[in-house]
């Protein structure tokens, strides 16, 4: 089955015809032996950004939307969210359907924060530091403060009260 722009469309019935799925520990294995791949054996691989893909028909699938389709027989219109932050860990009670805003706001700090806190940055000039936040497109900010801690936990707050489950504060 193709779409209109000629790409193909994975369907339950296919995967469920050609994959086995443990939904406890999110791997996959084939069912079938196809194209050089051995019955039994894991299917899939990582791609270079941490996510596990399964090649299908030609195209890279990736293996929690998978995931997802196996289990609940279709998949979310939005964006799969991976709870523990773990690109390669499928299992499904560690997926949750999530806004593209949701899943952003379930990411780790970054690697360039200098302030050593989520959310959190110095101002040079006043020698401050500020929680900052987006919600729906909109930067928030948040009061300055001497210490970082006292900042970090304006962001905290901020972030829960804006993003709730989805809020990571690490």
């Known amino acids: 089955m193709t779409t209109a722009s000629g790409r193909s469309v994975i369907t ?15 791997i996959f294995t084939w069912r079938q032996s196809r194209g050089g791949k051995l019955l ?18 030609k195209r890279a699938f990736k293996s929690h939307r998978l995931a997802w389709l196996y ?14 932050l773990n690109r390669a860990n499928n299992a499904i009670n ?14 780790k700090k970054r690697a360039t924060n200098r302030s050593g806190y989520k959310g959190v940055s110095y101002h ?3 020698g401050l530091y500020r929680a900052t936040l987006f919600v729906r497109g909109k930067q928030i900010c948040g009061k ?5 801690e006292d900042a970090y936990a304006e962001y905290c707050a901020m972030a ?5 489950e989805f809020a990571r504060l690490s």
């Open 71 to 84: 289990v609940h027989s279709d998949l979310p219109d939005s964006d799969l969210d991976h709870r523990d």
């Open 94 to 107: 560690n997926l949750r359907p999530a806004t593209r805003a949701q899943n952003i706001a379930n990411t």
């Open 160 to 164: 829960v009260a804006s993003y709730g």
């Open 124 to 126: 040079a000039f006043s």
């Open 144 to 148: 300055y403060h001497k210490k970082p």
């Open 12 to 26: 339950r019935d296919f995967v469920l015809q050609v994959l086995i799925y443990d939904p406890v520990t999110g």
């Open 40 to 57: 039994g054996t894991r299917a899939g691989g990582l791609d270079g950004d941490g996510y596990e893909v399964i090649r299908l028909n």
